[in-house]
């Protein structure tokens, strides 16, 4: 029985001999029919990374159903949506895990802080390697001091990009950049150490209170009237606000009290030119923005990318019922919508 199941479950057995469902102390039955009510209670979600893309649209979605807690290096960026408490702490910083997680009681952790420049992490590797390894090496040893879960958020950049099928869970990684192989060591490290854990994959993520592919590209195309963009990689692009949605789907399936792998990207695939073209549409500027397209050698970045990342997201659907959008769909929600101008 974990710590989380040691409190609740006294609580489930007074709930439901109220209502004459049980006499005497919990079944596993009761646990499941006051899961819901018992979670808004109790279940403290630590996020790390709180003030990021991701980590504000998971403030969100949790809200009202978690007590969330908040871990990173700036408080939130926009006032109303940050965590319910928030703590300031370096997860590269050995010591700040282990005192933020020790005072916030956190039940599970998310770890959504990272170094996710590609390119910035293969000119400087040992600091892709201390933030984004043993950063989550540190978060781990917090968490298990508090016998915490941990759901760690990855990436589709740990495959090599050979398959031309979409990328499932048990597929053999071969990361080809210092990012892709820092997130790896990462997931490893997870795995390795925690006795319940969950690794969630993602891809090309995109949404507000961050940098991304989708703002970068438009605000060009607002700017100079003509973009050129990469036709030679294909993956799977993602709506962080969908994620978050996704990831709590998958805390209420609880997979917390588990182990294991689970990709979470909007459905479908796509190149980063049809991503750009497509975020030119919805924004209204196809008529006034001239394309063009470029190879990924011709683009000559510092890291190499998958030629193929687009991920399988069945196991998720299996596990929580939720599927996840199609890309447009999300794509359009967010430039018509939800983005800032």
Sequence with gaps: ?????SVIAPVAALRSKKRGIVSGFFDPGTLALWHSDILTLYMKILITGSSGMLGTELCKALEGN????????KGPRSE?????????????????????FAESGADLVIHAAAWTDV???????????NVNTTGTENVCAAARDVKASVM??????IFNGKKRTPYVEDDKPGPLSVYGLSKLKAEQ?????????????????????????VDTILDKASREGAVKVVQDQIGSPTYAKDLAWALKALIDAGVWE???VYHA??????????????AIGYAGLSDSVRMGGLTTEELGRPALRPGYSAMDNSKLQKRTGMAMRQWKEALEDYVKNDRSF
């Design 1 to 5: 029985m974990s710590k989380y199941q």
């Design 66 to 73: 978690y007590r969330t807690l908040g871990m990173d290096l």
């Design 80 to 100: 109303g949506y940050g965590p319910q408490r928030f703590f300031e702490g370096d997860i590269a910083m050995t010591g700040d895990p282990g005192k933020v």
């Design 119 to 129: 390119d910035g992490c293969e000119l400087d590797p040992d600091r892709a390697y």
């Design 152 to 157: 760690f958020i990855s990436t589709d950049f």
């Design 189 to 213: 490290a997870v795995a390795g150490t925690m006795e319940r854990y969950a690794v969630v994959r993602t891809s090309w993520l995109y949404g507000k209170n961050g940098k991304n592919f």
């Design 258 to 260: 588990g182990k294991g």
């Design 265 to 278: 990207c909007n459905t479908g695939e796509c190149s980063w030119f049809d991503l750009a073209a497509a």
